[in-house]
């Protein structure tokens, strides 16, 4: 019998002993050697949580409860979510302690860390473990990422060699931003600016593998500098929306519940149920679709400094508790209906907006425009027209009425940890350009739908942090909770500004193929393989002997012939 850590006597319908506790751990020890995920640090957790829960001196008697299976040292025994209590309260009673628990080390070990990498591939290849689990078995989360790399590259018969993995962070990242790693991809980020943006000067962090894009949009900025007020923006609009779909049974009990919505005091009641799931949220309005049987309530929420999308769904979410006591018979049928609409290019984004509504507005000496972008402003409003709102208006697009304006958006969506998906939405926008009275260029983004936040996401991320601190805006604004996502947004709709004044000035010039020519192609022969020379014999398996006759002209009755040995035939 293994001797156990520790012995301790308990009223508990029996008196507990060393040898009824040693019986335990062989049992705990023959149930788990059945489900592949046995070791002895396990056994001995389980069993220090039986003693803790029974042994401390507390005025309850405890009825324990066990469910064995994989344990995660990293639960709390409060996380209902994850797994139920270990034990339930009954009937007080005074519990006599014979002896005093011991003192737990928090750090426990996970069922695999005593275990070879190569004893963890072969679960892993023999379908007995599932990779996506290893973080749950491995307490070192590069260790569970390196075997996982292993599995995959066995899997795929290709290598990960040149996608690196060590030194990450992967705690940050489990539970929260990516599933089943197997590394990370370092993307170059350059930087524009100064931006002149509000009477504030801005360097801006861009992720990009396209080159002469930072080139162009930083040359922007320098066009911006030369305008005595720069470049200003305004927030015109800040909400995030969610829109479930509902279904009654007949169509006047769908507009009864439509009509009942439309109600100032019933909306009131859903405004307190929805601020009820949040500390920053605030439901602004829900915008009604009733079709037949059907209704969708567009939820429409500030969120603060969080994009929000996750937290609009929660609040929606409660009101529609709340409207179900009301109309029982009402059947969600999702809590997205497409109508929100989120990663989609759609007209009610363009026509309502969501997220933030931006506008960015500067206007530039014509001195300028003609030093610096080597053109006029006739040509740059007579392109830009033609190009943003004639061409794109034929193409049938939706809020595409610009050059470029998903470039610079991307760029710094990754650089700033924001979800590139949402580059859908979040780069729709309309540049227009104007002569002044005084012959300056007057130019003006628009944009409707832009998705960011300074919490959540991918924002606490180091790399993408140290870009948003760079910015003066990472975190939550404790004094005003939202500005700085709205200072994000701004900065955004600004350098896509600089994007378009560069762009649309090179297009004007017949520029832009050369630019990228000269600038955006490697000088770098990045395809060729060094092969080593062909062994002779090698040489010969790939040529062949040609055979040439043709008629003799001194002899009519001959034939002249001709080998040639050809090599490496096509």
Known sequence: MTNVPFSVAFRWGIMATSDWVSSLEEDFSGLLKDSNCYSKNLVNELLLRVAKKVA???????????????????????????????????????????????VLDQKVEKPMDDRSDEAVLELLDSKKLKHRDLEKQVSCKERAVAIRRTHIERINGSSLENLPYKDYDYEKIHGACCENPIGFV????????????????????????????????????????????????????????????????????????????????????????FASTTKFGRLVNIDLELIGTKVILRFCATTGDAMGMNMVSKGANKVLEYLKGKFPDMDTLTVSSNYCADKKATQVNWMKGRGKTVQASCTIPKETIESVLKT???????????????????????????????????????ATGQ???????????????????????SICCKMNCLEVGTVGGGTF????????????CWGSNAREPGDNAKRLAKIICATVLAGELSLLAAQCT????????????????????????????????????????????????RKDAMEVQCSHLL
């Open 186 to 273: 370092p993307l170059p980020v350059g930087c524009v600016g100064p931006l002149k943006l509000d009477g504030d000067f801005i360097t801006v962090p861009m992720a990009t593998t396209e080159g002469t894009l930072i080139a162009s949009t930083n040359r922007g900025c320098r066009v911006i500098e030369g305008s005595p007020e720069g470049v200003k923006a305004v927030i015109l609009d800040d909400k995030m929306t969610r829109a479930p779909m509902v279904e009654f049974g007949t169509c006047d009990r769908a507009l009864e519940f439509y009509l009942y919505l439309k109600e100032a005091r019933n909306f009131e009641i859903c405004k307190r149920e």
């Open 510 to 557: 017949h520029t832009l193929v050369s630019s990228h020519m000269n600038y955006n192609r490697s000088k770098l022969n990045l395809y060729e393989v060094d092969k080593p020379k062909p062994t002779r014999a090698e040489d010969q398996s790939f040529s062949a002997t040609l055979r040439i006759e043709r008629p003799s002209l001194k002899n009519s009755g």
């Open 461 to 472: 991320l180091d790399a993408q942090k140290s870009n948003l601190e760079m910015l003066k």
């Open 56 to 102: 401390v001196g507390s005025s309850q008697a405890r009825e324990v409860h066990f469910s064995v299976g994989e344990d995660n040292s990293e639960d709390s025994e409060t996380d209902a979510s994850r797994k139920s209590s270990l034990c339930s309260d009954i009937h007080k009673q005074d519990v006599p302690v014979a002896a005093e628990a011991p």
């Open 376 to 414: 006029s402003v006739d040509r740059m409003v007579e392109v830009g027209v033609d190009k943003c709102l004639l061409g794109s208006t034929l193409a049938g697009t939706i809020g595409g009425y610009n050059c470029h304006a998903a470039n610079i958006v991307t760029a710094i969506f990754i």
């Open 419 to 441: 979800d590139p998906a949402q580059v859908v939405s979040s780069s729709m926008c309309i540049t227009t350009l104007k002569k002044t009275l005084e012959g300056d260029l």
